[in-house]
């Protein structure tokens, strides 16, 4: 039994978006509902989903990102200072049946000073939390979100000459919002952060040193700023951090297993428990967790939000006593890869697929710790 999160049986937030909550979002988009009438219905739906959540049996439970277009823009663009324009940059994501597809997201510049003039995400952990019994969660994107793929280039130098002014007022604001949510109840919170993943990638490392950047001193810069961000959370707050390589209707963008980050992120990082993607071989092997210091946690991500299939719960369990070869299994927990929808298009499954393949993480959880 464990009564804190990480839960034994977790995920990572973010759930496939209803048809109605689609639709209702397009008619907004057309100018057929009002803000208001937007929102009524996206109460409706989390209801919805939070019901299900809790029926599954998860103790952790989101909103399912219904509030978002994307897991880190709709954050990230609230920041004062922060300016978001159409993407110049297309991204080829691929899938495990070598098809590709393509996408250019939308290009964060950092245009003035970083600040923090009003609650982010107040009001929606405020209507979450009243409609659960379980344990809120709140997935943010790590501070690196806002840095690594625009880089130098991405901040403008007459507000920031100095990259450390940058980091600091980037992670005062993050502090300032985790204060609020504090204030408001929050004792559950994860950072979202892509490029520690990315830099576990050989040809990532290679571009990332090409533009004069070394990957061992962006991965330690990257947990100092989730360090800096959350430094003043009670005692009892529970932060968590979530790798991703990549999370796209259905496709990825990078692979490499964890060793070129693991021993900096898992020692150097200064959170509960580490997110990490496990469900297939992209991910590489367990060795890394020999690495994890024994007060923290790491909750696997062995099976996959991509595809409809059910991993079945022996093969799981092959997977986390290989995993408990280089960690505790007291220190291992089981979850999702990632999100079913890091963005709004969501990935190539239904619902009921979804739901089905999160009654069997808690069905293996349960046989592995108990709950």
Not at 94 to 117: C, K, L
Not at 154 to 163: G, K, N, R, S, V
Not at 209 to 223: F, K, N, S, V
Not at 278 to 295: N, V
Request: include cysteine.
């Amino acid at each position: 039994m464990r009564d804190s999160p990480p839960f034994r049986a977790d995920h990572v937030g973010s759930f496939l978006r209803p048809a109605r909550l689609i639709e209702a979002r397009d008619q907004r988009a057309r100018g057929e509902l009002s803000a208001e009438e937007l929102r009524q219905i996206e109460d409706e739906c989390i209801t919805e989903v939070v019901r299900n959540q809790e029926k599954v049996g998860l103790r952790g439970v989101t909103d399912g990102e219904f509030r978002r277009f994307m897991f880190h823009l709709d954050f990230l663009e609230q920041l004062d200072g922060v300016k978001v324009t159409e993407g110049d940059f297309l991204a080829r994501f691929r899938r495990s049946d070598g098809t590709e597809v393509e996408y250019s997201p939308p290009r964060m510049e950092v245009a003035g000073p970083i600040r923090h003039s009003r609650p982010i995400q107040g009001d929606d952990f405020d209507f979450l939390a009243s409609q659960t019994s379980q344990t809120p969660k709140v997935s943010i994107p790590a501070p690196s979100m806002l840095h690594f793929r625009g880089g130098r280039e991405a901040i403008d130098q007459d507000t920031y000459p100095d990259l450390d002014q940058f980091f600091d007022d980037l992670t005062a604001a993050y502090r300032e919002e985790i204060a609020d949510l504090a204030e408001r109840g929050l004792r559950y919170i994860q950072l979202d952060d892509t490029n520690l993943a990315y830099l576990c990638d050989p040809e990532v490392r290679e571009r990332t040193e090409a533009r004069g950047d070394d990957p061992d001193e962006l991965t330690r810069l990257y947990c100092r700023l989730v360090n800096d961000a959350i430094r003043d959370r009670p005692d009892d707050m529970v932060a968590t951090v979530h790798l991703c390589r990549g999370n796209f209707q259905s496709a990825w963008v990078s692979q490499g297993g964890y060793e070129p980050v693991a021993e900096i992120l898992l020692n150097d990082m200064a959170v509960d428990g580490f997110f990490l993607e496990y469900d297939d071989e992209r991910s590489g092997d367990f060795a890394p967790l020999r690495f994890l210091p024994e007060e923290k946690m790491v909750v696997l991500g062995l099976m996959s939000s991509k595809y409809p299939r059910v991993e079945p719960a022996d093969e799981i369990k092959k997977r986390i006593e290989e995993a408990a070869a280089y960690a505790p299994v007291s220190q291992l927990a089981l979850s999702h890869q990632c999100g079913f929808s890091s963005t709004a298009h969501g990935n190539l499954l239904d619902e009921d697929d979804q739901w089905r393949k999160l009654e069997r993480t808690v069905e293996v959880a349960s046989d592995v710790w108990g709950l």
